[in-house]
């Protein structure tokens, strides 16, 4: 099965470098020419538009919702004969409108991933149309397995899943290098002290997914009384942590939404 990549962003760019643990029958390429130095860089084999839509089955639309019309719109006449497997991580633009762009009844799956799928830490959503068929999907999701975890989600919540682990490694970002700030405030030495900041964040992740309690519960545990751990929860609380971190997914859900619709 050869995949090939148009565009090679941030997102595109990580997905290819997950995507060839798993195979080297891989062709990319972008406007920019970042996608030559990634071939070299990874082993793959750098190609024109025409070529990946002329000879792979599986293609992945890795450009920006606005561009996605301009990407598509000369392709149209390949696409419709040779019928690969479209694969979108536009944000906002459903299967349907994928199927519009490209010209026609094609089979398109609809993925949210997020850029630690690099390291094999992603978090991917996917749905698809009824086109795809069940060995596509496995076969896909096999060649998927070096990402990070994939979870099918109806088309209805993708944007609501973009706004939280699609844009999340952002938020997450700004909260290690907040946490790492406050630890050389205290004294820590900057590069420990975003060591510290990101193996506490990972470890946590860990935590809720591996015993499958509520981050509550186990915030609860780590908080004795009148120690430490509560003042630092408290002085989140008085600068509205919870309330900015909701309102930050919401604002991401919303622009999703705009983006969808051409906006």
Do not use: W
Request: charged residues 20%; proline residues 4%.
């Amino acid at each position: 099965m050869k995949y090939g990549f148009l565009g090679c962003g941030n997102m595109g760019g990580a997905l290819t470098k997950a995507l060839s643990k798993a195979t080297k029958d891989i062709l990319i390429t972008d406007r920019s020419g970042k996608a030559k130095h990634l071939a070299e860089e990874l082993g793959l084999r750098y190609a024109s538009g025409e070529e990946i839509v002329r000879e792979c089955d599986r293609i992945f639309l890795a450009v920006k919702p606005h561009m996605m019309e301009e990407l598509l719109a000369p392709l149209r006449p390949q696409l419709r004969q040779r019928r690969p497997v479209l694969i979108s991580m536009a944000a906002g633009l459903t299967v349907a409108q994928i199927e519009q762009m490209a010209g026609g009844d094609l089979p398109v799956i609809r993925i949210m991933p997020n850029t630690p799928v690099a390291v094999g830490q992603g978090m991917t959503q996917y749905c698809h149309n009824a086109l795809v068929t069940e060995e596509d999907l496995r076969s896909f999701l096999e060649d998927m397995r070096f990402s990070g975890r994939l979870d099918e989600l109806e088309e209805r919540l993708m944007d609501a899943a973009s706004a939280l682990s699609g844009c999340g490694p952002a938020y997450m970002y700004l909260l290690i290098e907040a946490l790492a700030d406050g630890a050389v405030a205290c004294g820590i030495p900057r590069a420990k002290a975003l060591e510290y900041a990101a193996a506490t964040m990972i470890g946590a992740g860990e935590m809720v997914l591996a015993t499958g309690m509520h981050p509550g519960a186990l915030k609860d545990a780590v908080c004795s009384p009148g120690g430490s751990t509560i003042a630092g929860v408290r002085a989140l609380e008085q600068h509205g942590f919870r309330a900015a971190a909701m309102d930050c997914v919401a604002a991401a859900y919303e622009k999703n939404r705009q983006l969808g619709k051409g906006k």
